[in-house]
C-alpha cells in the first residue's frame, strides 16, 4: 500500500527517527538510574547528536563535548570570580563569560554550544544554587552520558556507515545526471525546457553538496576502523567532474 511504499521510499530516515527514539530513552533511563539532578541534559544531547550515519554521530558527539566542556570550565571560572548577587554582577559576568566564548565559536564550529553552556552556568536557577565547580562536572557528565548512548545506539541499533549513505546519495546523483544527459541530447531535435534544465542543475548542485560532508563522515570511519570500505575522495571528485562536463555540454 502507499504507507509501505513511502517508508520503503524513506527507510533511512525512518532507521533514524527508531534510532533518535531509542537513544532519547535509553539516556533518560540511565539518567534516572544513575541519579542524575538534571537527567533531561542527557536526553536533549542523545538527540542532538544521532545523525544519519556513524561518523556523523562521533563528530556531533566530538563537537557537543569539546564546546561543552570549553563553555563549562570556562563559565564556571566567571561564576567562581563573580559575585552572583544582583542584576548588576551577573550581567558583568555574562558579558566577560560570552564575549571571549562567542569569538571562539566564531572562528571555530565545535565551540558553538560554549557560550549556551556558559550562560547556563552563570543564570540557571540550578547554577545559582549550586556551586559553580558542581553544576560544571554535572552538566559534563551528563552531556558525556547522552554523547556516549548516542553512540552506542549508532553502533547497535539499525547502524548506517557513512559509505552506505554516501553510496545512496551518489546513486540519486548519478540518477538525475541521467535525466540530465537525456535533457541535453533531446535538444538535437526539439526545444530545451528552461524551467526543467534549470531544476536539475539545482538538484545535481544539491546533491553534490551533501556528497562532501558524508565523504568527511565516511573518512573519520576509517580512520577509527569502524569500516574497512576505500577511501570516499575519489567518488566526490568524479562525481564533481560529472556534474561539471554536464553543464558544459548544457551550455
Not at 565545535?110 to 547556563?120: K, L, Q, S
Amino acid at each position: 500500500n502507499d504507507a509501505v511504499a513511502y517508508l520503503t521510499q524513506h527507510a533511512p530516515e525512518a532507521r533514524l527517527a527508531i534510532r533518535v527514539a531509542v537513544a532519547a530513552v535509553a539516556a533518560y533511563v540511565l539518567a534516572q538510574f544513575i541519579g542524575l539532578t538534571q537527567g533531561y541534559w542527557a536526553v536533549f544531547t542523545a538527540v542532538i547528536v544521532m545523525q544519519a550515519s556513524i561518523g556523523g554521530s562521533v563528530k556531533a558527539t566530538v563537537d557537543r563535548l569539546t564546546g561543552t566542556l570549553g563553555g563549562a570550565i570556562y563559565g564556571g571560572a566567571v561564576a567562581l570570580a563573580t559575585v552572583h548577587e544582583g542584576p548588576l554582577a551577573i550581567g558583568i559576568g555574562l558579558a566577560v563569560a560570552v564575549l571571549p566564548l562567542a569569538y571562539v565559536a566564531a572562528l571555530d564550529a565545535r565551540f558553538r554550544v560554549a557560550p549556551v553552556t556558559a550562560v547556563i552556568v552563570l543564570i540557571s536557577p540550578f547554577g545559582q544554587q549550586a556551586s559553580p565547580v558542581t553544576f560544571t562536572i554535572d552538566r559534563i557528565v551528563e552531556i558525556g552520558l547522552g554523547g556516549i548512548v548516542a553512540l552506542v545506539v549508532s553502533l547497535l541499533i539499525l547502524p548506517a556507515r557513512a559509505h552506505g549513505v554516501l553510496a545512496e546519495s551518489t546513486g540519486k546523483l548519478l540518477r538525475l545526471c541521467a535525466d540530465f544527459l537525456e535533457l541535453i541530447l533531446a535538444c538535437a531535435t526539439a526545444q530545451i525546457d528552461p524551467g526543467e534544465l534549470r531544476r536539475l542543475q539545482i538538484a545535481t548542485r544539491r546533491t553534490l553538496n551533501s556528497l562532501e560532508p558524508t565523504a568527511d563522515e565516511a573518512r573519520r570511519e576509517r580512520a577509527m576502523r569502524l569500516t574497512d570500505e576505500p577511501d570516499p575522495e575519489p567518488i566526490v571528485r568524479t562525481s564533481m567532474r560529472l556534474r561539471n562536463d554536464l553543464i558544459i555540454l548544457a551550455r
